[in-house]
């Protein structure tokens, strides 16, 4: 059974860093073709496509937001944790991670999530 | 790299077929067979329905279909049930070897 869980604050002060922890279960970011990535959803809005680690280490990053963003992988913990720095009150929303998979097929897509949790960046 | 675009809702009744909509770019969309789509009722994570523009994921139910042409990317469900009254969001490997979502669709059941 597979299962990805988030933790971390849910309330953040503008400008401060926020630091967010994956952890999950039945399955093994040694395991070639996987991945653990992050997206938020920033309430009543669409989803926004963060951060991605592969299991060879490769990072990726959304564009927009690699500047502020980290993305880390502890595999002999099952963990995966996201930085984001210099929060803002825009950057309130929840916060999904969720495990990607290259399909045989070839393209990266997320196949199990976690419950997301809601972050709050206000003073 | 922009948002995909997507209309902002659609509806249908029981038993019909409706389509999503999904445009990017040359550099995302029409780049690769490599486009998502997620279903996400309110309050919960979403859920991977098709992969790779027409593949479905074990358990997903044959009544969703995927389909390109050139740079936009479509979501087909047929014969509408009350539950797939969610939202949808179209996602996209891009050229950059990044992600991309859409603006997501609400599809109402009437």
């Known amino acids: 059974q597979i299962t990805l869980r988030e933790s971390g604050p849910t309330l953040v002060k503008p400008t401060q860093s926020l630091t967010l922890t994956c952890s999950f279960s039945g399955f093994s970011l040694s395991t070639s073709r996987l991945g653990v990535g992050w997206i938020r959803q920033p309430p009543g809005k669409a989803l926004e496509w963060l951060a991605l680690i592969f299991w060879n280490e490769d990072g990726r990053y959304s564009p927009s937001l690699k500047s502020r963003l980290t993305i880390t992988k502890d595999t002999s913990r099952n963990q995966v944790v996201l930085t984001m720095t210099n929060m803002d009150p825009a950057d309130t929303g929840t916060y999904y991670c969720?495990?990607?998979?290259?399909?045989?097929?070839?393209?990266?897509?997320?196949?199990?999530w976690g419950q997301g949790t809601l972050v709050t960046v206000s003073s | 790299q922009s948002a995909l675009t997507q209309p902002a809702s659609v509806s249908g009744s029981p038993g019909q077929s409706i389509a999503i909509s999904c445009t990017g770019t040359?550099?995302?969309?029409?780049?690769?067979?490599?486009v998502f789509w997620y279903q996400q009722y309110p309050g919960k994570a979403p859920k991977l329905i098709i992969y790779?523009?027409?593949y479905r994921p074990s358990g997903v139910s044959s009544r969703f279909s995927g389909s390109k042409s050139g740079n936009t990317a479509s979501l087909t469900i047929s014969g509408l049930h009350a539950e797939d009254e969610a939202d949808y969001y179209c996602?996209?490997?891009?050229?950059?070897?990044?992600?991309?979502f859409g603006g997501g669709t609400k599809l109402t059941v009437l």
């Open positions: 040359s550099s995302d969309v029409g780049a690769y067979n490599y």
């Open positions: 996602s996209s490997y891009t050229s950059s070897s990044t992600l991309v």
């Open positions: 969720a495990r990607n998979v290259i399909f045989s097929s070839g393209g990266p897509g997320f196949d199990y």
């Open positions: 790779d523009v027409n």
